[in-house]
């Protein structure tokens, strides 16, 4: 647990200033020495969005119609059931997207930190929440399915005997599945949308789920760092056909835990990578790699210190980026300021630039989300958004393969897609318990030849949910009504990396 945002509340009070300069001082100082140490991409950037919201933003999803759900968690910083798209503009640029406000979430539900996943039909699920509209935690049980062609919510509830969900984590399995875990206790279900039914799983787990975060595997197996067991600090665990058994130890501890309980249990982000590692980060400085083939535990890089405190990810994100390397957010100790942003090639630190409010934020503030065109959106509970662009260039491997589809679409008709790697090689969006928003599924962007203005499809009941998957997977694609017509090309899109182009005709 943590305090919501309180940063809000402090710069409406006026304290902010007093602060800034300091923060910014020492970000600089920090940002010299990093890059003495490993060296800093002048490509990288970060741009804000031409247009801000005008709301304060934070947990942000990709809809299998290209568009971005983004939610206000209100002034306070507490949790609020407004919503809002982002559509990128006619050249396919969020940098210069417009927004659209969205329908409500059912009353009385307006969480902070919870669960969430796209599902394969294209709709958003919500379960959960540390805090529901308000400063004190409720670790509430309430949840909704958002679906985007009708812009409406439904309620939807929690597992029979279940006092709390609250900040849990969830994951889609390979076959499509939701599996969801209750943050304080062992307990985890998987959801049947069609009948609305919740099945238990998740035998035999070692510690209670609160502060972790599952990893999808090429295998279909999830992956877990502990986060409260006192008994084995580096303890690991793997889930295979709904039970739980031992993944080995990390090198290092990473959470900020004790033998005796102390500490606030945090741990940092997991990601999966194309070259078959799991990049798990830690609340304690320390970060470890998982080789999936070989099944064991690596020390990954060791995060620099500013002053006596040293740069961990107690709660933070991390992102996928298409070459492979992987973007995250770091604090000077747990819940401490400036954050610093670092990109991880195999097991190197590479410095990335700082966001304009980086000295006034956490690593808990931010979240980070793959776009479809390859960039990464950061939210931070503020009226700003900034949008990174990575210096490196897309891994061939990893991109989308369409073995078949029409040569010729009619507005408003949906067909099928045949592919190889349709979902991408990894989730690719990390979090934890409190966040997560992974991106892969297949998005269909369509240009066209005589404008080069693009168009998103939007896609639906993906055959798998499976990561690095080389087997066919269909999906079906609705092709917009206001499209252009004439000759287009058109890409698969998975985590932000494009098929090779196919010719289509619109007609």
């Not at 490993?38 to 933003?57: D, E, I, N, R």
């Not at 045949?418 to 409190?434: C, E, H, P, R």
């Not at 017509?485 to 494009?498: D, H, I, K, P, Y």
Request: net charge neutral; hydrophobic share 40%; aromatic share 8%.
């Amino acid at each position: 647990m943590r305090q919501v945002y309180q940063y809000v509340v402090l710069k409406r009070r006026g304290f902010m200033p007093i602060f800034r300069n300091a923060l910014l001082a020492t970000t600089a100082r920090v940002a010299v020495l990093v890059s003495a140490l490993a060296g800093t991409a002048a490509a990288q950037t970060w741009t804000p969005l031409v247009h801000q919201p005008g709301f304060y933003a934070a947990a942000a999803f990709v809809l299998t119609d290209g568009t971005i759900m983004v939610q206000d968690i209100g002034p306070n910083g507490s949790g609020s059931g407004n919503w809002y798209k982002l559509t990128p503009d006619n050249t396919g640029s969020y940098i210069d997207g417009t927004w659209t406000t969205l329908a409500s979430m059912p009353s009385g539900y307006a969480p902070l930190y919870y669960a969430s996943a796209v599902l394969p039909n294209g709709q958003l699920i919500v379960n959960g929440g540390e805090y529901n509209g308000g400063a004190n935690g409720v670790w509430t049980t309430k949840g909704a399915l958002y679906d985007p062609p009708t812009d409406s919510w439904a309620a939807v509830a929690p597992p029979a005997g279940w006092t709390t969900i609250g900040d849990a984590q969830s994951a889609v399995l390979p076959d499509g599945t939701y599996m969801l875990a209750n943050c304080c206790t062992t307990d985890e279900a998987t959801y049947n949308l069609a009948t609305k039914a919740w099945t238990a799983t998740g035998a035999g787990k070692a510690d209670i789920n609160d502060e972790e975060g599952w990893t999808l595997l090429p295998s279909g197996q999830l992956l877990t760092v502990d986060a409260n067991n006192t008994s084995d600090l580096k303890h690991t665990e793997i889930m295979t056909a709904g039970s739980w058994a031992s993944a080995g130890d990390t090198p290092r501890k990473l959470p900020n835990l004790t033998v005796t309980g102390g500490g606030s249990h945090e741990l940092g982000p997991q990601i999966l990578r194309p070259d078959g590692t799991v990049l798990a980060i830690g609340a304690t400085g320390f970060t470890a790699v998982y080789d999936v083939v070989n099944k064991t535990w690596s020390s990954g890089p060791t995060f620099p210190k500013s002053g006596n405190r040293t740069y961990d990810s107690a709660d933070g994100p991390a992102a996928l980026l298409p070459d492979g390397n992987v973007l995250l957010a770091v604090s000077p100790g747990v819940y401490k300021k400036p954050v610093e942003f670092f990109e991880i090639a195999g097991k190197k630190l590479i410095a990335a630039p700082a966001t304009p409010k980086a000295a006034i934020d956490s690593s808990f503030y931010i979240r980070l989300l793959v776009l479809p065109n390859g960039q990464v959106l950061q939210t931070d509970g503020r009226k700003d958004i900034e949008i990174y662009t990575p210096s490196g260039n897309p891994l061939a491997k990893t991109a989308p393969k369409i073995t078949k589809f029409p040569a010729t679409v009619t507005p408003g008709d949906t067909y099928t897609l045949t592919g190889k790697y349709l979902n991408g090689w990894s989730q690719a969006v990390g979090y934890g318990d409190d966040y997560q928003a992974a991106t892969n599924y297949p998005l269909v962007r369509i240009t066209n030849t005589a404008t080069g203005h693009v168009f998103y499809a939007r896609t639906a009941n993906h055959s798998s949910m499976a990561v690095a998957n080389p087997a066919p997977v269909t999906t079906q694609v609705t092709i917009p009504s206001g499209i252009e017509t004439g000759a287009s090309t058109l890409v698969v899109v998975a985590n932000g990396v494009a098929s090779a182009p196919l010719s289509v005709t619109i007609e």
